[in-house]
């Protein structure tokens, strides 16, 4: 009888811990998904910055192109840590609003403003963001 309580005893304590272990993994995995909608918020509004100092004429390898190119290359690595490690109902919004900035940046302007073409896809990205973190 001694023995039947306690092997019952260790598989309630090994369930018991295999529990706690899979809330830990899940709480280090939400930790990891925040971090990585918050460095992609970071790499867009840098993006956006470089997007409205944009000069009507730019080089390669002048001023404003040398700030322009990490902080795109920056906002490119972002967009695909979102692909990598958070929900697949934040991809597409996510790719939208990179593309976006990613134009706003590197074309020339049809005249409109920039913060009407950038921040409804802005909200919708922040709003798909909340979804997938609650």
């Excluded at 976006?100 to 896809?121: C, I, K, Y």
């Amino acid at each position: 009888m001694t023995y039947l309580t306690q092997r019952a005893t260790q598989r309630t304590a090994d369930r018991a811990e295999e529990q706690r272990r899979a809330a830990v993994r899940a709480e280090e995995r939400r930790a990891e998904q925040i971090r990585t909608v918050q460095e992609f918020i970071r790499c867009a509004l840098e993006a956006e910055g470089v997007a409205h100092a944009r000069p009507h004429e730019w080089a390669v390898g002048d001023d404003w192109y040398v700030t322009a190119r990490p902080a795109m290359d920056g906002l490119r690595i972002a967009e695909k840590s979102i692909e990598l490690l958070c929900a697949a109902d934040l991809h597409s919004p996510t790719s939208t609003y990179a593309r976006a900035l990613n134009e706003a940046v590197w074309q020339e302007r049809d005249g409109g403003s920039l913060a009407e073409r950038l921040e409804p896809l802005k909200a919708e990205f922040l709003a798909a963001a909340r979804r997938s973190l609650t």
